[in-house]
Each structure stands twice: as structure tokens, then as C-alpha cells.
């Protein structure tokens, strides 16, 4: 129990070891940073004027700051321990401060750091480039502002407790002020060292040149002002700002560089107006760290604002470039005009498509709309876009006419043009904008679809033609044949040695009676095909079938097949064309017949069934026992038959007739053979 206590301990040990190895920074990195804090205690130790302390402009905390923001977190460890080395040997060489102070004081700037990278990754995410006025800001506000508050706490009170050199109250603001111009120097060019080591310069030729006359003037200006040759110290500040604007962020870290090495010569030789009397040193060492933090502060934010400016201009010229090449790419004509109508500008699609540009066609006392238009427009179509544009500039609203536009090379081509005015804040009309969409295949393609469909419809009509002539050849067959057969009747019962009148007479009454009903079908037939107004009344649906099964009944009969009915009583009368629904019924069940004398099937009989289907409509089935259908797709198009002297109309025209009716009517096969054919009809009229 003790030892695997003990191991997981170890085991964690281990582990964090591990990353921490793995994530260690390059050796050569590591020493740079090492022998850069190293020089920059150096470098404080000489601006270090106030006898009685080494406090001055603290280097070392805008590079210990800037490596932080750029380096991954799980690398931070490795800098810190870099950090605290470089803080001891700077000790030796420059302090000669207690162990205990170098202790206390290096805690104080690796928490600085620590805060201030934390809180600089938080506010402007990574990686941080230093390229708008927000990372700026944020840099000085949190990094050299905020972040220096816990180091110059932390040193002041070393100092007055532990080396007791200076009270609190006068170290802190020593202490505060030499982080955070030693931030605002240091941490901007050591970002523009890291992100741009091994990099190009990428400078021409003649930047090289002002940037060289660039920094001997500044040179020149920062050595007179500090030498008290000129008035103030401040007056370096027009090269100053010159460099952050013309060169942005490196070049300003460099002239804050520089500003910062000059001060520190001319303050260690003892001819910067800095330097004074031991009385006044306190004084002037706060007067100087305070005009390198403001050469510092202005110089980077004019340099952020200079790069937010380029970085628009950027934007802004590929948005151009953008704009031209989709412009220059897509399959539209575009055209501009003033607001007065007059033609400003022609894409180059246009252009191409013209053969001119948009001041090409200018002619003395006639305006340029119409010399464009005279040039391009159709004669035919030209009163009709002249008119057009007219009222839209008179009115502004928007104008879309399709209309011939000729081409370079004369040929006349459809377009639809569309244009819309471009109004201002004040709703008022700065340019109007318009397109041309050419649409000459569109314009082609429907004609052709016109003349095509003008064919299909007299097409359609001989179907119907057709159909309708098949249709009533059909449906007459069957009275004409009865006409015949009594004919033939009546002639034997008048041939006879003793003529029977009254048979006779009796058959001229049923040639008489088939006559008319072969007028009915032929009426009926033609005004379903006409989809006329039907002869409706209220019938019984049960009825009818028994009507049709007793006139069937001779047939049947004698082809030895029966028909049984099974009917809902108190079925519900329903609108019908009486002669047309019988029609539909002799069919199917004429059908059953023909189907089961073909067949030979053994079952000689054929069942109709009527009942109610819901509560709106009637349901009627024929089924029969014969050899079904082959096909039920195709069962009720017209011409489709399976009888050898068939015509294939008869449930084409029992689907017209039902459709007629609105109702439905459909086919299956029965599992135990024959098929069943079932409509439906609704019981509102």
C-alpha cells in the first residue's frame, strides 16, 4: 500500500518531466534570451542615476514579456528558468544586490511577464503581430500599464525591506515607470526580432535609402536635443513619428531602439540635460523615463494606426481587383449612367460585345443615350427602349425590357436589360445601373417549343379524332348487330306462308328500339370526348344492374354463364348519366364473358357486388373466372387489346366515363384466376 502510494506521486513527477522536455525551446533560443536579459541589466544598471539605487529603465521586462506572448504556454517554464539565471549572473556582474533580493525581485518581474503575456494572448488571441491599434493598446494598457504594478510592488518593497536602500513610497514609482518604458522600448522590437528572424526584408532599393537617411537624422536631431543643443527633448519626435508611419511597427521599434541606446550615452557621459546635481536626480530620473515612455507610447500607436491605414488600403484594393475581375468574368453586360441618363461606363464584356466604348458614339447636339441607342437597338424595338429608359429616369423606378441588340458584327441578338437607380442617404438618385442578359437561345428555344407544341396540339387533336371515331364503332357494334339479327326476324316472319304481323311487328319495335339506343351511345360517346354538360338524374346504382343483368340475361343464357349479384340494400341514389353508367356496365360484364370463353375456364359465372366505400361514394365490383390481365398498367389506354377482333376502346371509354363522373376505376387479378374491375362513384352530385 505505502509503495504504490509512493509511486503515483512519482508517476506524475515523471510525466510532467516528460512534456516539460518535450516542449523545451531550442538551445540556441534559450541562449539568446539568456545573454539578452543579461545585457539589458547592463543597460539599467548605466541609466541608473539616482545615487543610493539601481533602479532605472528595466529592459529586461519588455523582453522577458514579449518572449512569453510569442511562445507556446508549456514552453514557459523553460523561460522563466532562463530567466532566473540571467537575473543571478546580472546580480554578480552589475547588482551585487542580497541573494534574497535577486530572489524576491526576479519573482516579481517573472509574475509581470506571466500576467502580462496572460492577459496580452487573452485580448488579442494569437498569434499577437502588433498590426492594428486594439493589439497596441492592449500591449500598453496591459502589458506596460497594468502588468508592472505587481513587479513594482514586489521590488519596491525588496528594496525597503530586504536591501533598505529607499523607502516604498519612493522606490514604487521608480520601479513602476522602469518596467513599463522598458515594455514599451523593448517588447515591440523584440516581437519584430522573433516573427521576422530569418525572414527577407523585402525592401526596395529605395526604401533602403530612406531608411538610412531616415535614421541619420534621427541621430543627428535625438544627440542635439539630448546634448541641450536644442531647446527640449521632445523635438525628436517629428523623425520619430516619421519612421512609424513610413515603416509601421519594425520601424518604430528600431528608432525606439536607437532613441533608447542614445539616451543611454549621453545620460552616462553626463552631457544629456538628464543628468544633473545629486539633489535633482531623482527628479530627472523620472523626467527621462517618462519622455522614453511617451517617445514610446506615441511612436507605436501612431505606428498601429499607419498599419491599420495600410492594412485598408489593402483590403481595399484587392476588394477593387475583386470587383474587376467579377466584373471582367461574369456572363453579363453591364452599363452605368448619371443620374440624368447619360452612359458613364461599359464593361468590358459590353465593349467586346459592341465593338466600342462608351464615348465612342459621341455626335454634336445629340446626346449620347441616343447616339448609344440609335447604334445598338433594333429599328423595330428602339421607340420601346428609348421610351422605356426615358420614364425610368423621369420617375425612377426600375426598367427591364427584352428587346434585339446588335452585335460588332450587325447580327441582332435578344437581351433582357434591367436597370435600377443607386440613391444615397437622402433617397436621391447618385447613378443608375443596368444589365444586359443575353437571352437570344432562351427566345430561340421557346419558339421552337411554341411551334412544337402547336404540332403536338393538332396532333392530339387527330387522337381525338381518332379515338372518338374508334369509340362510337365501338359502342354502336352492339345495337347494329341486334338491328340486323331482328331484320332478318321480321323478314322471316313476313316471308312466312302466313305472315305473322304481329311478330312481325313486335321485331320492327325492337329494330326500332336498337336504332335509338345506337343514337344515344353515338350522342354520349361524342359529348364525353367534348367533356359537355351530362344528362344527370338520381338513380339507383342497384337498379341499373339489375336493368343490365336482365338484358343480358339472352346471352348469358345461352352461353351458359350466370351472373350473381350481391347488393347492399338502401343503398343511397346517386347523379349519374343513367345510359352512360349502363353502357359501363354491359362492358365489364361483356367483358368477364369474352374473357372466360377464351380461357375455357371451369367456374362459368360472373359476380357483381355493389356497396357503400366510406361515407361519400358507392363502391361496385365485376369479377369474373377467366384468364385476367397481362399487363394492368397499360389495361385501360386506348388501342390495347388481348381479343382478336378487339378494338381495345371498350375500358378506355369505362374510365372516360367514370372520370366523367368522378369517380375512380381500377383492375386486379384474382389470386384464385379471372380479375375484378371496380369503380367507384361519388354520392354528391
Not at 517573472?110 to 498569434?127: D, F, I, Q, T, Y
Not at 503581430?129 to 500598453?140: G, I, M, S
Not at 325492337?510 to 359529348?527: G, K, L, M, Y
Request: glycine share 8%.
Amino acid at each position: 500500500m505505502y509503495s504504490s502510494q509512493l509511486l503515483k506521486p512519482t508517476l506524475v513527477l515523471m510525466r510532467t518531466f516528460k512534456s516539460l522536455w518535450t516542449h523545451r525551446p531550442q538551445f540556441r533560443h534559450l541562449a539568446g534570451f539568456f545573454g539578452a536579459y543579461v545585457l539589458g541589466c547592463g543597460f539599467a544598471q548605466l541609466l541608473a542615476i539616482v545615487p543610493g539605487t539601481g533602479i532605472s529603465v528595466w529592459l529586461p521586462s519588455g523582453l522577458f514579456m514579449a518572449t512569453l506572448v510569442l511562445s507556446p504556454r508549456t514552453s514557459w517554464p523553460w523561460w522563466i528558468l532562463a530567466g532566473f539565471l540571467a537575473e543571478l549572473v546580472g546580480n554578480v556582474v552589475w547588482f551585487n544586490n542580497p541573494l534574497a533580493a535577486a530572489v524576491l525581485i526576479f519573482g516579481g518581474n517573472a509574475l509581470e511577464a506571466l500576467v502580462g503575456a496572460w492577459l496580452v494572448n487573452r485580448a488579442c488571441g494569437r498569434p499577437v503581430r502588433q498590426d492594428t491599434l486594439q493589439e497596441v493598446l492592449a500591449f500598453v494598457v496591459l502589458g506596460a500599464c497594468v502588468a508592472p504594478l505587481i513587479s513594482a510592488t514586489i521590488g519596491a518593497a525588496t528594496v525597503s525591506l530586504v536591501i533598505q536602500s529607499q523607502g516604498f513610497r519612493g522606490a514604487w514609482p521608480l520601479f513602476w515607470i522602469g518596467d513599463a518604458t522598458g515594455v514599451l522600448i523593448v517588447a515591440p522590437l523584440a516581437v519584430a526580432i522573433i516573427q521576422n528572424w530569418g525572414r527577407d526584408a523585402h525592401l526596395s532599393r529605395a526604401r533602403w535609402i530612406e531608411a538610412i537617411v531616415l535614421a541619420l537624422i534621427f541621430l543627428g536631431i535625438a544627440a542635439l536635443s539630448l546634448g541641450g543643443s536644442l531647446p527640449f527633448a521632445f523635438i525628436i519626435m517629428p523623425p520619430l513619428l516619421w519612421a512609424a508611419v513610413r515603416f509601421e511597427f519594425k520601424g518604430a521599434a528600431v528608432m525606439l531602439a536607437l532613441l533608447a541606446l542614445v539616451t543611454a550615452v549621453f545620460t552616462v557621459s553626463g552631457a544629456s540635460q538628464f543628468a544633473g546635481d545629486s539633489e535633482s536626480q531623482r527628479h530627472k530620473q523620472i523626467m527621462l523615463q517618462l519622455f522614453l515612455a511617451i517617445s514610446a507610447f506615441s511612436a507605436l500607436v501612431v505606428a498601429a494606426i499607419s498599419r491599420q491605414h495600410q492594412l485598408a488600403l489593402i483590403t481595399l484594393r484587392q476588394s477593387e481587383g475583386s470587383l474587376r475581375d467579377l466584373l471582367r468574368t461574369l456572363p453579363i453586360q453591364i452599363w452605368c449612367t448619371n443620374p440624368e441618363g447619360k452612359p458613364i461606363y461599359f464593361s468590358q464584356q459590353l465593349q467586346e460585345f459592341l465593338g466600342f466604348d462608351v464615348g465612342d458614339k459621341d455626335a454634336t447636339g445629340t446626346p449620347r443615350l441616343s447616339s448609344v441607342l440609335t447604334a445598338i437597338v433594333h429599328p423595330d424595338d428602339l421607340d420601346a427602349v428609348s421610351a422605356g429608359l426615358a420614364n425610368s429616369f423621369r420617375t425612377g423606378e426600375p426598367f427591364a425590357l427584352k428587346h434585339r441588340q446588335r452585335r460588332h458584327d450587325g447580327q441582332y441578338r435578344w437581351f433582357e436589360t434591367r436597370a435600377t437607380a443607386m440613391r444615397n442617404s437622402d433617397r436621391a438618385i447618385v447613378q443608375w445601373n443596368g444589365v444586359c442578359f443575353d437571352i437570344d437561345e432562351q427566345v430561340r428555344a421557346e419558339d421552337s417549343l411554341r411551334g412544337a407544341s402547336d404540332k403536338l396540339s393538332h396532333a392530339a387533336q387527330l387522337a381525338s379524332l381518332a379515338e372518338l371515331s374508334a369509340s362510337i364503332a365501338h359502342e354502336v357494334n352492339q345495337p347494329l348487330a341486334a338491328i340486323i339479327a331482328n331484320s332478318h326476324a321480321c323478314r322471316r316472319w313476313l316471308s312466312a306462308g302466313a305472315p305473322n304481323i304481329e311478330r312481325a311487328m313486335t321485331t320492327v319495335e325492337r329494330i326500332t328500339r336498337d336504332a335509338n339506343s345506337a343514337a344515344d351511345v353515338v350522342v354520349r360517346v361524342r359529348a364525353l370526348f367534348r367533356r359537355a354538360p351530362q344528362a344527370r338524374s338520381y338513380e339507383s346504382i342497384n337498379s341499373l344492374i339489375i336493368e343490365v343483368c336482365r338484358l343480358l340475361a339472352d346471352k348469358t343464357a345461352s352461353q351458359g354463364i350466370r351472373i350473381e349479384t350481391q347488393l347492399e340494400a338502401a343503398l343511397p341514389s346517386t347523379s349519374v348519366d343513367r345510359v352512360q353508367v349502363q353502357q359501363l356496365l354491359v362492358n365489364l360484364i361483356r367483358n368477364g364473358i369474352e374473357a372466360m370463353e377464351s380461357s375455357g375456364a371451369d367456374s362459368r359465372s360472373i359476380h357483381v357486388r355493389s356497396c357503400r366505400a366510406g361515407t361519400d361514394s358507392l363502391r361496385v365490383e365485376v369479377r369474373d373466372f377467366g384468364s385476367g390481365f397481362r399487363d394492368l398498367e397499360s389495361a385501360f389506354s386506348p388501342f390495347v387489346t388481348t381479343k382478336p377482333n378487339g378494338m381495345g376502346m371498350g375500358l378506355a371509354i369505362c374510365r372516360s366515363i367514370i372520370e366523367a363522373h368522378g369517380g375512380r376505376l381500377w383492375a386486379s387479378n384474382n389470386e384464385a384466376g379471372g380479375a375484378t374491375v371496380t369503380f367507384t362513384l361519388p354520392l354528391t352530385a
